[in-house]
Protein backbone atom coordinates (compact mmCIF):
# COMPACT_ATOMS: atom_id res chain seq x y z
CA UNK A 1 0.00 0.00 0.00
CA UNK A 2 1.48 3.05 -1.17
CA UNK A 3 1.70 6.30 1.10
CA UNK A 4 0.14 9.62 0.36
CA UNK A 5 3.45 11.39 0.55
CA UNK A 6 4.34 8.28 -2.28
CA UNK A 7 1.37 8.89 -4.53
CA UNK A 8 1.90 12.62 -4.49
CA UNK A 9 6.11 12.37 -5.47
CA UNK A 10 4.56 9.52 -8.12
CA UNK A 11 1.98 12.38 -9.50
CA UNK A 12 4.85 15.31 -9.19
CA UNK A 13 7.06 13.13 -11.30
CA UNK A 14 4.40 11.73 -13.43
CA UNK A 15 4.06 15.97 -14.37
CA UNK A 16 7.71 16.72 -14.60
CA UNK A 17 7.99 13.79 -17.11
CA UNK A 18 5.18 15.19 -19.22
CA UNK A 19 6.38 18.67 -19.22
CA UNK A 20 10.15 17.31 -20.30
CA UNK A 21 8.65 15.07 -23.21
CA UNK A 22 5.98 17.23 -24.42
CA UNK A 23 9.07 20.24 -24.55
CA UNK A 24 11.60 17.91 -26.69
CA UNK A 25 8.17 17.26 -28.76
CA UNK A 26 8.15 20.61 -29.41
CA UNK A 27 11.42 21.30 -30.55
CA UNK A 28 11.58 18.16 -32.65
CA UNK A 29 8.79 19.06 -34.00
CA UNK A 30 9.49 22.70 -34.93
CA UNK A 31 13.24 21.36 -36.16
CA UNK A 32 12.10 19.19 -38.70
CA UNK A 33 8.41 19.13 -38.97
CA UNK A 34 8.21 22.44 -39.91
CA UNK A 35 11.12 22.86 -42.47
CA UNK A 36 10.48 19.40 -44.25
CA UNK A 37 6.66 18.75 -44.37
CA UNK A 38 5.57 23.26 -43.95
CA UNK A 39 3.89 21.53 -40.60
CA UNK A 40 2.12 24.50 -38.94
CA UNK A 41 3.28 25.75 -35.42
CA UNK A 42 1.91 23.88 -32.30
CA UNK A 43 1.72 25.58 -29.07
CA UNK A 44 2.85 23.89 -25.72
CA UNK A 45 -0.16 23.23 -24.70
CA UNK A 46 -0.46 21.13 -28.18
CA UNK A 47 2.78 19.27 -27.63
CA UNK A 48 1.22 18.49 -24.32
CA UNK A 49 -1.58 16.89 -25.91
CA UNK A 50 0.37 15.12 -28.19
CA UNK A 51 2.54 13.85 -24.83
CA UNK A 52 -0.31 11.95 -23.50
CA UNK A 53 -1.82 11.04 -26.76
CA UNK A 54 1.36 8.97 -26.98
CA UNK A 55 1.42 7.70 -23.77
CA UNK A 56 -1.88 5.75 -24.42
CA UNK A 57 -0.45 4.56 -27.44
CA UNK A 58 2.73 2.70 -25.35
CA UNK A 59 2.18 -1.06 -24.00
CA UNK A 60 1.95 -0.25 -20.56
CA UNK A 61 2.29 -4.12 -19.34
CA UNK A 62 0.76 -3.29 -15.88
CA UNK A 63 0.69 -6.40 -13.60
CA UNK A 64 0.63 -6.93 -9.96
CA UNK A 65 4.15 -7.21 -10.08
CA UNK A 66 5.12 -4.17 -11.82
CA UNK A 67 2.57 -2.39 -9.14
CA UNK A 68 4.28 -3.66 -6.26
CA UNK A 69 7.89 -3.10 -7.46
CA UNK A 70 10.32 -1.30 -5.01
CA UNK A 71 9.57 2.58 -4.81
CA UNK A 72 13.01 3.51 -5.24
CA UNK A 73 13.26 1.45 -8.60
CA UNK A 74 9.93 3.24 -9.82
CA UNK A 75 11.91 6.66 -9.45
CA UNK A 76 15.08 5.62 -10.74
CA UNK A 77 13.07 4.47 -13.79
CA UNK A 78 11.55 7.87 -14.09
CA UNK A 79 14.78 9.60 -13.70
CA UNK A 80 16.27 7.12 -16.58
CA UNK A 81 13.09 8.05 -18.63
CA UNK A 82 13.82 12.01 -17.93
CA UNK A 83 17.69 11.21 -19.27
CA UNK A 84 16.51 9.58 -22.57
CA UNK A 85 14.83 12.40 -23.23
CA UNK A 86 17.59 14.98 -23.14
CA UNK A 87 19.17 12.61 -24.73
CA UNK A 88 16.70 12.51 -28.16
CA UNK A 89 16.89 16.60 -27.72
CA UNK A 90 20.61 16.61 -27.67
CA UNK A 91 20.81 13.88 -30.93
CA UNK A 92 18.29 16.52 -32.54
CA UNK A 93 19.84 19.47 -31.91
CA UNK A 94 23.26 17.83 -33.18
CA UNK A 95 21.67 17.04 -36.58
CA UNK A 96 19.33 20.18 -36.47
CA UNK A 97 23.25 22.06 -36.84
CA UNK A 98 24.22 20.11 -40.17
CA UNK A 99 21.16 20.67 -42.00
Given amino acids: MKTT ?24 WAWYLIPFFNAPEIPYLGAIGL ?9 KNITNENIERDWEEA ?6 GWVYDFLILGLAAFFTMWM
Fill in 5 to 28: GQLIIGFLFSVIGILIQAFVILKV
Fill in 51 to 59: TIFFSFLKN
Fill in 75 to 80: LSLSVV
